[in-house]
């Protein structure tokens, strides 16, 4: 009965499991894009440069920085 149903139930099954497939390959892309360190130091650069052309305030960019930097310390860490 066993091979019965997963002949029958293949039409359903298969794709049902390349969407699961596909959706754990596009969460597994965005969560080492997130984690990725490099995106945090060009957020640090382009607040420098926001910083250096007048865009924002002294205070804004150190409350900005300190969080880029809080994260950027939580990502290494959890890569050990």
């Not at 029958?8 to 997130?34: F, K």
């Not at 607040?47 to 939580?74: D, H, K, M, S, V």
Request: aromatic share 4%; glycine share 8%; charged share 25%.
């Amino acid at each position: 009965m066993g091979i019965l149903r997963t002949l029958l139930t293949l039409p359903i099954a298969a794709p049902i499991g390349g969407i699961g497939w596909v959706a754990n390959q596009v969460a597994q892309a965005v969560d080492q894009q997130w984690h990725d360190p490099r995106r945090v130091e060009a957020a640090l650069l382009a607040l420098e440069r926001r910083l250096e052309a007048g865009e924002i305030t002294e205070e804004q960019f150190e409350a900005a920085e300190a969080e880029q930097l809080a994260e950027l310390a939580a990502i290494r860490a959890a890569r050990g």
